[in-house]
């Protein structure tokens, strides 16, 4: 059973919006960190967003700072990723994580250990 699913992607024109859940299921992240990172064809799986286990922190990524924020609701498992403005640039797989080891926000990559399966974000010109 995968742990975290994503939906809410699509294909949306520049300038529009998009929110992106990520659920959790089989077990509770709600003592964990959470984050949004994406990843364009041929390119490294970038950060986009994270946010501590309370929500009381949350860091962005410089290329979507002041367009995306990130939210999350422990009572239901869930965490978004509201997405305005949105640029031709931001086209690619979305994938929700969760760093269960680590309750404060986290940029680095390598502390999430859960993924979800990810979801396509297209967005035309």
């Known amino acids: 059973q995968v742990p975290l699913v994503e939906s809410g992607g699509g294909l949306v024109q520049a300038g529009g919006s998009l929110r992106l859940s990520c659920a959790a299921s089989?077990?509770?992240?709600?003592?964990?960190?959470m984050g949004w990172f994406r990843q364009a064809p041929g390119k490294e799986r970038e950060f986009v967003a994270t946010i501590s286990w309370n929500g009381g922190t949350t860091y962005y990524g410089d290329s979507v700072k002041g367009r995306f924020t990130i939210s999350r609701d422990n009572a239901q498992n869930t965490v978004y990723l509201q997405m305005n403005s949105l640029k031709t640039e931001d086209t690619a797989v979305y994938y929700c994580a969760a760093a269960s080891r680590r309750a404060i926000a986290t940029i680095n990559r390598r502390e999430y250990n859960y993924w979800g399966q990810g979801t396509q974000v297209t967005v035309s010109s």
């Open positions: 089989g077990r509770s992240f709600g003592s964990s960190a």
